[in-house]
């Protein structure tokens, strides 16, 4: 890709961009406790002696999430560390009832690894991956319940996050967009975070700034708690921007903590940036250190699936869709099913050229998602096969995908009741081509004596004549050996 660049009035700024995604973890109970993490409970309803830490209760780790963490390592390509160290990181919340978190600092469970993005136009970046380490969430500040009061929710509080901190390799907005739906389709496939943006179990962190060619990184601002990719893009681009101006009007960029505001599109200062001294880690006295054999690692990484850059490779290699497509169909695992389901035994890209024009622009339309699509997998190919063996058109078959959409019916059904079936006997195309022709004698002696683009309107007449329901094919073979 070009190098984006910010266009100043004095002079040309790169963004540097650092993103620390927190991935809620997929599991029933919480990271140290056996309560419930589901979502949508009533306030405090999901909350433990442990989670609310309350005096002498202890911390207990849950090996689920710690496998989860491991398998999220191993598909973005990390190493592994086999000895792993929980640290208290000190500071005080209202939603945080021990007046610290249980994190990782200095030895985390997952060290460096890689993440290749990919972009509309075929290229590629790898994105490092500094370190992936497991922490416990907080709880929920509600200020919005009573006019003069704030609410505490610890439903949340001690719920399993990985945090995902990338290296300083984003570039851009669009890069960025493209490592976080990475990031994203990665997990989702492992199964160890749902993604979720908009119920927080995927929220994103970004540490923006900009430089000049050349001159060594510039002071970085922190952009807290965004909650989608396009807010993640605009953040990036917002604070990109005021840097650029504050430096070009001769003022220094001070490290802090911002809050993006999407309604006004501008960041503004929520707090000083904290080093981690700060926070006064030290590793937890309640928690001994992690210590994985490399059997144990093992055996984790043999039941890790199929994931999506392998798709995407498959998709390409073995089925005959386009990069694109490929790309479009491995990003989500629920589409990737669907796709094998579909295709199965089939034409790969014809199943793919209907997935991605006719069912992703109905399923758009009705504002569903794949796994809602009131047409199977199944349904669909057989479509597909009414179209590859001639019993339909691929003009009628959209009639009929409109009709299975609809009623859910199965396409056999939907062309039996309608009388659909494609006209592939010559028996009966001859007569209709024949009174075209005898209808059209005047075009005729035009098309003989060189006005060839006729050939076109012949065949819409006989297309007319049968109603929509000729071979296309066989009409224009027809023809041509009737006007010749």
């Known amino acids: 890709m070009e190098k984006f660049l910010i266009h100043g009035e004095k002079d040309d700024y790169q963004i540097v961009v650092g993103l620390e995604v927190h991935a809620q973890v997929n599991s029933q109970s919480k990271l140290f406790s056996g309560s419930s993490t589901n979502f949508g409970s009533k306030p405090n309803e999901n909350v433990s002696l442990v989670d609310a830490a309350?005096?002498?209760?202890?911390?207990?780790?849950?090996?689920?999430?710690?496998?989860?963490?491991?398998?999220?390592?191993?598909?973005?390509?990390?190493?592994?560390?086999?000895?792993?160290?929980?640290?208290?990181?000190?500071?005080?919340?209202?939603?945080?009832?021990?007046?610290?978190?249980?994190?990782?600092?200095?030895?985390?469970?997952?060290?460096?690894?890689?993440v290749e993005i990919n972009f509309p136009d075929g290229a590629t970046k790898k994105i490092g991956i500094e370190r992936i380490h497991l922490e416990q969430d907080a709880g929920k500040s509600?200020?919005?319940q009573h006019p003069s009061k704030s609410?505490?929710?610890?439903?949340?509080?001690?719920?399993?996050?990985?945090?995902?901190?990338?290296k300083p390799d984003i570039s851009s907005p669009e890069e960025a967009g493209a490592y976080i739906k990475k990031i994203r389709s990665i997990l989702r496939y492992l199964g160890t975070c749902d993604g979720n943006m908009e119920q927080g179990s995927l929220r994103c962190d970004?540490?923006?700034?900009?430089?000049k060619d050349g001159d060594p990184l510039g002071i970085r601002c922190?952009?807290?708690?965004?909650?989608?990719?396009?807010?993640?893009?605009?953040?990036?681009?917002?604070e990109a921007h005021r840097q650029v101006e504050e430096i070009e009007n001769?003022?220094?960029?001070?490290?802090?903590?911002?809050?993006?505001?999407a309604v006004k599109s501008e960041t503004r200062p929520m707090r000083s940036k904290e080093n981690a001294h700060d926070y006064r880690y030290f590793p937890d006295p309640d928690l001994i250190p992690l210590v994985l054999t490399d059997e144990y690692i093992n055996d984790i990484k043999k039941s890790l699936p199929s994931l999506p850059d392998q798709i995407r490779k498959n998709l390409v290699d073995n089925y005959?869709?386009?990069?694109?497509?490929?790309s479009v169909i491995s990003e989500e695992k629920e589409i990737s099913d669907y796709f094998f389901l579909a295709s199965k035994g089939r034409d790969g890209k014809l199943v793919s050229n209907w997935l991605t024009t006719e069912l992703f622009g109905s399923l758009?339309?009705?504002?569903?998602?794949?796994?809602?699509?009131?047409?199977?997998?199944?349904?669909?190919?057989?479509?597909?096969?009414?179209?590859?063996?001639?019993?339909?058109?691929?003009?009628?078959?959209?009639?009929?995908?409109?009709?299975?959409?609809?009623?859910?019916?199965?396409p056999s059904n939907v062309i039996d009741e309608k009388g659909l079936k494609q006209i592939s006997s010559s028996d009966d195309l001859i007569p209709m081509i024949e009174r075209v022709i005898s209808n059209n004698l005047d075009k005729v002696d035009e098309y003989k004596n060189g006005k060839e683009q006729l050939f076109g309107f012949f065949v819409g007449q006989v297309m007319k004549e049968s109603s929509g329901k000729a071979n296309p094919k066989l009409v224009n073979q027809l023809l041509k050996e009737k006007l010749n």
């Open 54 to 114: 309350m005096p002498g209760m202890l911390p207990v780790i849950n090996e689920f999430c710690i496998k989860q963490a491991i398998k999220s390592g191993l598909g973005l390509n990390a190493k592994i560390n086999k000895f792993s160290v929980f640290d208290r990181k000190n500071y005080f919340y209202a939603d945080l009832p021990q007046g610290y978190q249980i994190s990782q600092y200095s030895d985390p469970i997952v060290g460096e690894g890689t």
């Open 142 to 144: 509600l200020h919005d």
């Open 151 to 166: 609410y505490i929710d610890l439903n949340r509080s001690g719920v399993a996050l990985m945090e995902i901190v990338s």
């Open 206 to 211: 970004v540490n923006v700034s900009v430089k």
């Open 222 to 238: 922190e952009i807290k708690n965004l909650n989608s990719v396009r807010f993640v893009m605009q953040a990036i681009t917002t």
């Open 250 to 261: 001769g003022n220094e960029i001070i490290q802090e903590t911002r809050l993006f505001d």
């Open 320 to 326: 005959g869709v386009s990069e694109y497509d490929a």
């Open 364 to 410: 758009n339309k009705n504002n569903l998602k794949i796994e809602d699509s009131p047409i199977s997998p199944e349904h669909l190919g057989e479509l597909v096969d009414f179209i590859s063996d001639g019993t339909i058109s691929g003009r009628i078959a959209k009639d009929v995908f409109a009709e299975m959409f609809e009623t859910k019916k199965n």
